[in-house]
Nanobody, 120 residues
Framework: QVQLVESGGGWVQPGGSLRLSCVAS????????MAWVRQAPGQGSEWLAT????????RYADSVKGRFTISRDNAKNSLYLEMNNLKPEDTALYYC?????????????RGRGTQVTVSE
């Protein structure tokens, strides 16, 4: 079955950086667009970024554009999110997600998430 396992979260001060990773299994990773989404306490899911199958194209939510970079390594079935200039409002549970079609912000599976906390 589809499995997505995120890692790399943690605590960081405002202005800091983190790199999240996600390892996928149970499906042909290179055939799918992939995305990162997050959910803050008490809020709904927020789509952050999507990358196409070969990584040639990416799209970002306005809230993270210019600060976050999505990338992938199909040889390692892995998805990444480089996060820079982190802000307290970036505190959330971060998930990688599989995008089944071409709509960049619609996903059908996501992992259990990795927590990112940004505070002094």
């Amino acid at each position: 079955q589809v499995q997505l396992v995120e890692s790399g979260g943690g605590w960081v001060q405002p202005g800091g950086s983190l790199r999240l990773s996600c390892v996928a299994s149970g499906f042909s990773f290179s055939d799918y667009y992939m995305a990162w989404v997050r959910q803050a306490p008490g809020q709904g899911s927020e789509w952050l970024a999507t990358i196409t199958t070969l990584g040639a194209n990416t799209r970002y939510a306005d809230s993270v554009k210019g600060r976050f970079t999505i990338s992938r390594d199909n040889a390692k079935n892995s998805l990444y999110l480089e996060m820079n200039n982190l802000k307290p409002e970036d505190t959330a549970l971060y998930y990688c997600a599989r995008v089944p079609g071409v709509a960049p912000s619609e996903w059908d599976h996501r992992g259990r998430g990795t927590q990112v906390t940004v505070s002094e």
